[in-house]
């Protein structure tokens, strides 16, 4: 059977500041999904997860992808939940829905999306990986050696179907004037790829291949808010479908890189270098507005429809890289907003900052000698 996984998300509006949707927010974008979407069988099955403080709607269905109907479906259910923000006087109501009315596609308009159209195969499980407090540049690090790099995926070695390696497309988000995009083989053009790949602010995955079969194994949302919005309105908070086993990685597989616990740009303001921590479904955000988090949801669909979901951080290993995380982001916080602790001045260029730091120019002057 052929299906879409649609993962479309959304800042809403969220308790205590930058924490966690309330209860009845969430509920009112489930309400409004199983309503219009499940009842009326415009979607087959569904799920609604929360990651700090954004909404996550995640739906299987058989239009394809960037389906007008299914992004309209979404885009209601957010619309939902911001009257019940506005309602109770949650913060940041409606933030990330940036344009006034639908206009066929959520692309564009603030919320992220991640799809993919694919054949289902007997067993077909994947992962919904969702972040707060971060950017789309965040998946660079990991998906680069969950799929390209022995270290972590053992199968590079030992599973013929994967030998053949993998096709990655690599989309420049800082071009704004249409989607610009690269496409990069590995592993022969594995050293090509790393040196676009090091700069996850310009350079970002949008989705990966399997050259063995050609079936699509990822996709990435990509969307920059700043880039929409022309000022700083929150960080992106990206989620990204993965398909594991067989001629894709092991689960486990690709898991593995985010042990690393490695710095990104995020964390309060959206404006400071972060180590990643990975968390818990549904987690809150807390610490100094953070820290950047991912969480995992491990799934199988069979006739587009899905089991329960696995909390696949919720496992006793990943305590200790919590740990790590706080370890490695409270170093770069204990220096404040100097040189590396906070963001490279390409990504304050949407902030506060660059106000200020113009209004001292002017006020230099030239010695003479």
């Not at 707060?132 to 998906?143: A, E, I, L, M, W």
């Not at 220096?335 to 001045?345: I, K, L, S, Y």
Request: with cysteine; glycine share 8%; net charge negative.
């Amino acid at each position: 059977m052929k299906v879409t996984l649609s993962a479309i998300k959304a800042d809403v509006g969220s308790v205590g500041g930058h924490n966690k949707p309330s209860l009845k927010l969430t509920q009112s974008i489930i309400d409004h999904v199983e309503n219009e979407g499940k009842k009326k069988k415009l979607i087959i099955d569904y799920k609604v997860f929360t990651a700090g403080d954004d909404n996550f709607i995640i739906m299987s269905h058989t239009k394809g992808v960037n389906n007008t109907d299914i992004h309209r479906l979404a885009w209601d259910a957010f619309v939902q939940g911001t009257a019940i923000a506005k309602e109770q006087g949650l913060y940041g109501a409606g933030q990330d829905l940036l344009k006034d009315a639908f206009s066929g596609n959520v692309r564009g308009m603030g919320p992220g999306s991640a799809e993919m159209e694919f054949e289902e195969r007997p067993s077909e499980p994947f992962i919904v990986f969702m972040c707060d407090k971060t950017d789309p540049g965040v998946f660079n690090y990991p998906f680069y050696r969950g799929f390209a790099d022995p270290f972590h995926n053992a199968g590079l070695i030992l599973a013929p179907d994967m030998q053949a390696g993998f096709e990655y497309t690599v989309m420049d988000v800082n071009y704004t004037e249409a989607d610009k995009v690269i496409t990069l083989k590995v592993p022969e053009e594995q050293y090509q790829l790393a040196a676009l790949l090091r700069d996850p602010e310009h350079y970002v995955i949008e989705s990966v291949h399997s050259r063995a079969s050609g079936d699509q194994a990822l996709v990435n949302s990509t969307s920059r808010l700043h880039n929409i919005a022309g000022k700083y309105t929150g960080k992106d908070d990206p989620v990204a479908i993965v398909r594991t086993q067989k001629e894709f990685p092991s689960t486990g597989e690709i898991l593995s890189p985010f042990a690393t616990a490695h710095f990104v740009v995020g964390d309060n303001r959206g404006s400071h270098n972060i180590a990643l921590m990975p968390c818990k479904l549904g987690s809150i955000i807390s610490f100094f507005d953070g820290p950047a988090m991912v969480t995992a949801a491990g799934i199988c669909i069979h006739n587009g429809v899905m089991t329960e979901a696995v909390d696949l951080f919720d496992q006793p290993f990943w305590d200790y890289v919590r740990n790590k995380a706080a370890e490695k982001s409270y170093s770069l916080r204990e220096q404040g907003f100097f040189g590396n602790a906070m963001a490279p001045m390409e990504e304050l260029e949407y902030t506060g900052v660059m106000k200020i730091l113009a209004g001292l120019d002017k006020k230099f002057v030239i010695r003479k000698k």
